[in-house]
């Protein structure tokens, strides 16, 4: 299997009734749900890693990613 060259996505973690979800705007459309945290974080590896793989096996380009992530404060 090719090795992909390294790629870093800012993943947002969601605790929900009785599991987890998680999202990323980079790339679009990846989700994931888990029982626990590192579930859901192991789910989202395999989701975006399937994408990528996608992308790589359509001769398509993976998108650098745009999202970040930042705190405000609220006195």
Not at 42 to 63: C, I, K, T, Y
Request: charged share 25%.
């Amino acid at each position: 299997m090719k090795q992909l060259p390294m790629y870093r996505f800012l993943i947002v973690v969601e605790k929900a009734n009785g599991n987890y979800s998680v999202y990323s705007s980079d790339p679009p459309g990846c989700v994931a749900t888990g029982k626990t945290r590192e579930e859901v974080k192991r789910n989202m590896q395999e989701a975006v890693e399937m994408h990528v793989r996608g992308l790589w096996g359509d001769n398509l380009p993976v998108p650098e990613p745009q999202a970040f992530a930042e705190f405000i404060d609220i006195p």
